[in-house]
């Protein structure tokens, strides 16, 4: 158990798209999804957590004009990069945990996003 | 905010060593949890840590919380070169709250 999807896994778009990335938890409910960034050879830079039905709480730092996160269900959340630019190319990774008497988060394969 | 200390940055073995890595940091945790990222996929979750002085394996896997609550330590015995890829530690405060992810120990096993 405990698997969870993402959506695409490579995107390539023009600068100034937006581009819609879906994250999924498959064989539980989710109440909260995370959302990271990682850049090469770095660590997980978290960029925001979303609780099912509420809003995202973002990281300091992260545009949350830019970076719409939404999480309408228990199993599925999506994040939103608008107006891309170049400089936001980079590897995405969703997290997914049961509910808040948890610790263990599981991630998703990550989405490649490029942007020309 | 919290910070781990993850080390070593890399390490290059031959295959059948054993391999050492470890997580300190300033403050405690109430879990200490391990992960493995191959290159392109998302991290995959190895063992995790509940209480001071746990020792968990998981095959060849061993991972202990230190009894400070402020470090663990990842074994990995006989290494084989599907080891390779990146080890994270990350630790929780509490549960419910975000994970303090370590830098990464970046792993080669030489065949």
């Known amino acids: 158990g405990a698997v969870v999807s993402q959506h695409p896994s490579r995107v390539i778009c023009k600068s100034g798209t937006s581009v819609k990335i879906e994250c999924r938890s498959l064989d539980f409910q989710a109440t909260t999804m995370f959302w990271y960034r990682q850049f090469p050879k770095q660590s997980l830079m978290l960029m925001a957590t979303s609780n099912e039905g509420s809003k995202a709480t973002y990281e300091q730092g992260v545009e949350k004009d830019k970076f719409l996160i939404n999480h309408a269900s228990l199993t599925l959340s999506t994040l939103t990069v608008t107006s891309a630019h170049p400089e936001d190319s980079s590897f995405y990774i969703c997290s997914a945990r049961r509910d808040s008497g948890y610790y263990e988060q599981y991630f998703g394969p990550g989405t490649r996003l490029t942007v020309t | 905010g919290q910070q781990l200390n993850q080390s070593p940055q890399s390490m290059f073995i031959q295959e059948g060593e054993d391999v050492s890595m470890n997580c300190t940091s300033s403050?405690?945790?109430?879990?200490w949890l391990w992960y493995k990222q191959d290159p392109g996929e998302g991290p995959v979750l190895l063992i995790a840590?509940?209480?001071?002085?746990e020792l968990t394996s998981n095959g060849r896997l061993t991972a202990q919380f230190g009894i400070t609550r402020k470090d663990s330590f990842l074994n990995i015995s006989a290494s084989i070169p599907s080891d390779v890829g990146i080890y994270f530690c990350a630790g929780g405060e509490t549960s419910g709250s975000r994970l303090t992810f370590g830098e990464g120990t970046q792993l080669t096993v030489n065949p």
């Open positions: 840590l509940y209480k001071a002085g």
């Open positions: 403050s405690i945790f109430n879990t």
